[in-house]
């Protein structure tokens, strides 16, 4: 989860200069309120801005930015150590404690921003997770992602930035299929992807995964480059057109299966950080599950004589007399 998070209320009066549906980098907000004063000075105008604050996910401030049309207004930071300390909630050293900590923080935020590349990556995948997964990483995981994909870039970051995204987005999605971490209600879906890329195990594979699938081909091709294969055309054949007359609806489930199969070796290899082409994905993966099928078939005892043969000749075997 981010360590900082800045929201605005939708309550009152809505600005231009401020995105109420963004959870906002803590830099980004101090921004977003600057820009804001100026226009409201420059128009004579004075206003307020009630916001809420997040750290380490944990709500723990519901407060107001008052624009003074005579008097600047607080900086962001500022306005939340006056309030961590002056509240008597805490003891003064729990206050201390919040403080400090917050301040660690947004050091580390500000330092961080200095890359303008990075900035702009954090702000992207921010904008992306958050409206289509609504999940944050924090600034470190974020770091981390940036590093191992702008490593491996060797020119045009920009020109890459969104397809670099929506790949780390598919990865995120493949890891979350992967995991079963999408059972239960929301609260509980949102606990189980937190416990799972907040474990540094967990997130190192999902880092080397995001690397090997921005590199490799995308989950989308897998089921073109079965269906072209030849060897899955004959594991089709043998399913629907000689195994089927005696129980389709096994057949069917066999095939769902191996599809999974192929997809969870597609993953559990590009976890190692193995980036994949097509050719491997034909021998490496698909054909390499079905001839391994096909010799499990030929173990039954209960195989007809045209089942048999089928199995030998798509698992390679030759029958010597």
Known sequence: MRE???KFSTEGERFREIDESKSYFFSEAEKAINLLEKRLKNEGREAEKRFGFYMDGEYLLDSIIAINKNKKADQIEE???KAFTSTDQWTKEVAEEQVGKLKNYVQNEREAFLNEEFRAFAYLIRDVFEKKVDFLFSLKQ??????????KIANGFFSQLEDIVFSILDSY???????DLLKGTYEETQLNKEKWFSNEQHFSQ???FVSANYFSIRRARLDVLMSNNQLYQSFQDYLFEVKAENDFFKSWNTN???????????IELQFEGLTINEEFVETGIIESILVGFFREELKKGDLTEEERRFCEGAARIEKRF
Do not use: G, M, P, S
């Not at 974020?142 to 490593?151: D, W």
């Not at 999605?173 to 995991?179: A, G, K, M, T």
């Not at 599809?259 to 070796?265: C, D, F, L, P, V």
């Open 256 to 266: 769902l299966n191996l599809k999974k199969e192929i997809e969870r070796k597609w």
């Open 206 to 208: 999902f880092v080397r």
């Open 79 to 81: 306005h939340i150590v």
């Open 142 to 151: 974020t770091q981390a992602l940036f590093q191992e994909v702008y490593a």
């Open 173 to 179: 999605e493949c890891i979350v299929d992967f995991n």
């Open 4 to 6: 900082l998070v800045i």
